[in-house]
C-alpha cells in the first residue's frame, strides 16, 4: 500500500469540498473569516422614524442573512460577533473590559442563527440591555480582543475582514488617548492582512466619516473594491447590499495571459458572475453512527485480484479494427493544443454577435496587476477603446492544460455606480463563447397559418399592454426557495417552515386589469364562434366499439 499512497497521498486525509464552477482555489488557499464588531451603546437602540427599526435591530438582521447565507453557500467560513460599549465583559480571561463576546470565531450552526433570533425585535433589544446593558467604550480594546480571535485560530485563513457597525462617528467623544489606542491597534490589524470596514448607519445631524473612523478602516485592496462609503446606510436593504459586497471574497476561477501579439502580455483573471444554483449533494452517512462516509475506487486484475496502480493502466482505441494502446503520458499530449491563456485574434464590430452565438453562460476577465505588472494600464486602455468604437475582441481562449480551443467574443463593459455610489457593474470583458461551424444546424421552419393583418395589431397591443422591466435578481427559484425553508424549519426547531411567494407564477388579476377587454376581442378575431377553449373535446369511440354499432345497424335493417 505504500506505491499506493505515492499516487494518492491525500486519499485518507479530509479534503474541503471545491466546486470548479464556482472558482477559486479554496483548497490551497484555507478559508474566509469574519468578524462583526458591532456597537451597543444606547444610540443604537434608538427607533427610528415612522416606526422604523432602530440600528441595533437592522444590523442583527443584516447579521443573521450572512449567517444563513454562509451555511448555504460555504459553511467552512469563520464568522464571530463581537459587541464593543457594553456593561457586561465576556472574554478570555474577562481581559477586556466592555468587550462582549457573542459568538467565537468558528463555522456558523442552525443554534447560532437561534441565538441571533434572541436579539431581534424589541424583545431582543430588551435580551440584550438584560444580557450585555450598554456602557463605556473603547474600540481600541475590542479591536485587541478581535486580534486575539484572530491569533486562536489554527486553521489557514485565506482572507481576513473586521466589520464595525455604529451610528457614533467620535465613539470616545474626543479622549485623544483611547483615539490613538484604537489606531495604534486598527494598523496592526491591517499589517497581520486584517481588512477593516466600516458600516456605519443613520445618526441625527449625519455621519462624519473624517472624525475618527477615516484612520480606522482599510483603503481598497484593488480598483474592484468598494472603498469607504461616505453616505450611511438608512435601511435594511442598503446595509444587507453594503455588507454582501465586502464579505463576498472575489475567487478568480483562473489566472491567464492574455496575449495580445508577440511580446505583448497582460495578465487576467477569470470570473463566474453567474452560475446555476442547485441543491446540494447529499452526503452518505453510516446507517450506525450516521458519520459522513467517504467513498474509495480501487481497480483490480481480472486474472489474479490484484490491486492496480495508475501505471499499471493503460488507454485503449479501436480503429480499422486494430486496438491502439497509449499511455496516459501519451493521451494527454495528444489533447494538448497549446498552453492556456487567451490570445488575439482581431476585431469585429458590435453587430456581428448574434443572440443564436450565445451556447453557454459567459464568464468575465479582470486584470491581474500582481502577475503582470501593467496589466491594468493595458487592460483599461483596450477596454475603453472597444467600447468607444462598439467592437468587440475574437480570442482563442485554452481554460486548462489538455482543454481544447474556443473561440471567444470579449464584450466590453463599463463601470456602473448607482445613487449610493456602489459598484452596480464592475468594468472588464464579459466572455461569449461562440460557436463553431458544426454547432449551428439548418432546422426547417414550420409552416402554418399566416396571422391577418388584424390579428396581429391586437396582439401587438396585447403585447403592449404586458410588457415590464425583466430583472433576473428579482426572481427567487421556488424549488430551492422551498428545499432551504424546509431544512432551515428542522434545524431552528420550527413548528412549521415559512411560506414562500412563488414569483414565477404570472399575476392573473393585474394582467386581467391591465388588458381590460383586448383578451376578449383577440378571441374573438382568431377563434369560431362556437369554440369554447375550456371545453373538453369530445372522446373518440374505439375502433373495435363502432365494428360493433355498424353491425346492430346492419342487422336491425335486415330484420
Request: proline share 6%.
Amino acid at each position: 500500500m505504500a506505491e499506493w499512497r505515492k499516487y494518492y497521498p491525500n486519499e485518507d486525509d479530509e479534503v474541503e469540498e471545491d466546486e470548479e464552477d464556482s472558482g477559486g482555489d479554496y483548497k490551497l488557499s484555507g478559508r474566509d473569516s469574519l468578524v462583526f464588531l458591532v456597537d451597543a451603546s444606547k444610540e443604537m437602540f434608538i427607533k427610528g422614524e415612522d416606526g422604523e427599526p432602530s440600528n441595533f435591530d437592522m444590523t442583527m438582521q443584516c447579521v443573521r442573512s450572512v449567517y444563513t447565507s454562509k451555511i448555504i453557500s460555504s459553511d467552512k467560513d469563520l464568522v464571530a460577533l463581537v459587541f464593543y460599549g457594553t456593561e457586561q465583559s465576556k472574554n478570555p480571561r474577562n481581559s477586556f473590559k466592555h468587550v462582549y463576546i457573542y459568538h467565537d470565531l468558528d463555522s456558523p450552526g442552525s443554534q447560532r442563527v437561534l441565538d441571533i433570533d434572541k436579539l431581534l425585535g424589541e424583545k431582543g433589544a430588551q435580551f440584550a440591555e438584560k444580557t450585555m446593558g450598554s456602557g463605556e467604550t473603547s474600540l481600541g480594546d475590542a479591536l485587541w480582543c478581535c486580534s486575539n480571535l484572530y491569533s486562536d485560530i489554527k486553521l489557514r485563513l485565506s482572507h481576513k475582514r473586521l466589520m464595525i457597525f455604529t451610528c457614533r462617528d467620535d465613539p470616545h467623544g474626543g479622549d485623544g488617548a483611547k483615539d490613538r489606542q484604537a489606531r495604534t491597534k486598527a494598523a496592526d490589524l491591517k499589517e497581520t492582512g486584517v481588512v477593516i470596514d466600516l458600516m456605519h448607519l443613520t445618526k441625527p445631524g449625519g455621519f462624519d466619516v473624517s472624525l475618527f473612523f477615516c484612520d480606522i478602516v482599510s483603503p481598497p485592496e484593488d480598483e474592484s473594491e468598494l472603498g469607504l462609503q461616505i453616505e450611511p446606510c438608512r435601511k435594511l436593504e442598503d446595509l444587507q447590499k453594503r455588507v454582501r459586497a465586502k464579505e463576498l471574497k472575489k475567487r478568480s476561477q483562473s489566472r491567464l495571459t492574455f496575449s495580445l501579439g508577440e511580446g505583448v502580455n497582460l495578465a487576467v483573471g477569470v470570473y463566474v458572475l453567474a452560475r446555476t444554483a442547485t441543491k446540494p449533494s447529499a452526503v452518505k452517512l453510516h446507517r450506525d453512527t450516521n458519520e459522513p462516509v467517504r467513498t474509495k475506487t480501487r481497480y483490480f486484475h481480472a486474472h489474479n485480484g490484484g490491486i492496480l496502480l495508475p501505471n499499471d493502466m493503460k488507454r485503449a482505441q479501436v480503429y480499422g479494427k486494430k486496438q491502439i494502446v497509449m499511455e496516459k503520458d501519451e493521451v494527454d499530449e495528444i489533447k494538448k493544443f497549446d498552453d492556456p491563456g487567451l490570445v488575439l485574434m482581431g476585431f469585429k464590430p458590435m453587430d456581428r454577435l448574434k443572440l443564436h452565438h450565445h451556447i453557454r453562460p459567459v464568464l468575465f476577465i479582470y486584470p491581474e496587476e500582481e502577475q503582470i505588472s501593467g496589466s491594468s494600464c493595458m487592460f483599461t486602455a483596450l477596454l475603453l477603446k472597444c467600447s468607444e468604437k462598439n467592437l468587440f475582441a475574437l480570442c482563442r481562449y485554452i481554460p486548462r492544460c489538455n482543454t481544447p480551443p474556443r473561440f471567444v467574443a470579449l464584450v466590453p463593459q463599463r463601470e456602473e455606480l448607482d445613487q449610493g455610489q456602489t459598484q452596480a457593474t464592475p468594468p472588464g470583458f464579459h466572455v461569449i463563447f461562440l460557436p463553431f461551424a458544426d454547432d449551428i444546424r439548418t432546422v426547417d421552419a414550420h409552416v402554418g397559418p399566416t396571422a391577418s393583418d388584424e390579428q396581429v395589431d391586437k396582439m401587438k397591443e396585447i403585447v403592449h399592454k404586458l410588457r415590464f422591466k425583466y430583472k433576473s435578481d428579482a426572481f427567487e427559484n421556488p424549488v430551492l426557495q422551498q428545499h432551504y425553508r424546509n431544512l432551515e424549519a428542522l434545524a431552528l426547531n420550527m413548528l412549521e417552515p415559512e411560506p414562500i411567494e412563488d414569483l414565477t407564477m404570472p399575476k392573473v388579476q393585474m394582467m386581467d386589469a391591465r388588458l381590460g377587454p383586448l383578451a376578449q376581442e383577440f378571441k374573438d378575431l382568431v377563434y369560431p364562434p362556437d369554440y369554447n377553449p375550456e371545453g373538453k373535446p369530445a372522446a373518440k369511440r374505439k375502433t373495435a366499439q363502432r365494428h360493433i354499432d355498424s353491425y346492430f345497424v346492419i342487422f336491425r335493417g335486415t330484420t
